[in-house]
């Protein structure tokens, strides 16, 4: 601005000559030496350029301040966090395979049905061991039968050893001929591994059924759910069995608080990581297995922390860190400070200070890139 204002009364000086060229040209006005015009043509000249200095004084920029906002720093807790992405798992995810091969003669539940640990949920043809074991039971109770009079007839000293001996062995034979039966038998009962609930059910009923890869459904509880992922070795001091963990499922929008349950006893030379599980309540439901959690872990925390918005730590050309502090602070101006700092971690936005600025010391938030040392502040 103050090169245009020189720029415009250049012009009207230019101008007014112009007008006087044709009375009293200075050029004539020299030759002829004409003092007395001359003194009165240079205080006409003088009397323009006050006035110009005038304006600019009062029109110019105030080039030495600015306008900024500050904070206080307080000492505050700080954490800093490992983020890390897993995905959501749970123990209890299976597929229900049937353990014995025959038709499907029962089925009795259906997707999205809750079931109880032990309930039956259907039943394979048992291909006639049912009628096997109602012999094998007569057998054994004949047996037995036999070996209590026999027994009664030893205790009398009646009979041979020899008689007492083979009516125990068979006895003993046809009742683990019955339980072989009934746990064969009990194979045939299909029963849920777990309270939880039915997925999905790949079979119906009547079809003839075996172990396979798909089974005969799926069976899910959402009650024990846990976020798996990987770490990298450096982390390995850092994490125990009992750190509370922030878990944000991307797909819900929402954030839940989890432990670390188990932390891996073995490095992977591939990548150099090991595992960890960390435990999430799911009182809603609605975490669900292989859903990807994106996982902040508290790996380093001060108590008494000061810290500062991230964007206004700079760095000068020296390499030194630098925060621009207020000086003389009267509540509306202060004065700009150069203050170098050293910078410890820094988390979500804000940096850890380790020295250079104490609590309650006034910084510069807003407008660092257009202030300098010794710079008048108004805030």
């Known amino acids: 601005m103050k090169n245009i204002l020189y720029i415009t ?8 000559c112009s007008n006087v060229k044709k009375q009293d040209n200075i050029d004539d006005l020299i030759s002829a030496k004409n003092v007395k015009a001359l003194q009165e043509k ?8 006050t006035k110009i200095e005038e304006a ?26 490992l983020d890390i992405q897993g995905s959501v798992d749970t123990k209890e995810n299976i597929l229900v395979q049937p353990e014995f091969s025959g038709t499907l003669t029962s089925l009795t539940v259906k997707a999205g049905d809750r079931v109880a640990k032990g309930q039956v949920l259907g039943r394979v043809d048992d291909g006639g061991m049912s009628q096997q074991l109602a012999n094998a039971e007569n057998q054994y109770a004949l047996a037995k039968t036999t070996f209590e009079r026999q027994k009664n007839l030893w205790d009398k000293k009646i009979g041979s050893e020899i008689q007492y001996l083979q009516a125990q062995t068979q006895m003993v034979s046809a009742q683990k001929g019955v339980a072989q039966i009934k746990a064969q038998l009990a194979k045939t009962v299909i029963k849920a591994p777990f309270t939880g609930t039915i997925d999905e059910v790949f079979v119906e009923k009547g079809q ?6 798909q089974g005969l459904m799926r069976i899910v509880n959402l009650g024990n759910m846990y976020v798996s992922t990987t770490i990298p070795e450096t982390y390995i001091g850092k994490l125990k069995v009992g750190t509370v963990v922030d878990v944000y499922l991307t797909s819900l929008g929402k954030t839940y608080k989890g432990k670390v349950r188990q932390v891996g006893n073995f490095i992977n030379p591939n990548n150099r990581s090991f595992g960890i599980e960390v435990a999430v309540p799911n009182p809603d439901n609605m975490l669900r ?3 990807v959690a994106k996982l902040k872990i508290i790996d380093y925390t001060n108590k008494n922390a000061i810290v500062v918005p991230t964007n206004v730590v700079q760095e000068d050309g020296e390499g030194n860190k630098f925060i621009f502090t207020v000086d003389g602070s009267n509540g509306k101006t202060g004065t700009a400070k150069k203050t170098i700092v050293k910078a410890g971690k820094s988390s ?24 300098s040392e010794g710079m008048k502040l108004n805030f």
């Open 42 to 49: 240079k205080t006409a000249l003088q009397s323009d350029i």
């Open 9 to 16: 009364a250049f012009s009207l000086v230019l101008l007014s």
């Open 289 to 291: 297995p292989n859903q």
């Open 348 to 371: 979500d936005n804000v940096t850890e200070i380790l020295s250079g600025i104490s609590a309650n010391e006034i910084i510069v938030t807003e407008g660092v890139n257009s202030i």
């Open 208 to 213: 003839v059924v075996a172990p396979s890869p």
């Open 56 to 81: 600019l004084a009062t029109l110019d920029v105030k080039k030495d301040e600015a306008l900024v906002s500050i904070m206080t720093v307080k000492d505050t807790v700080f954490n800093h966090y």
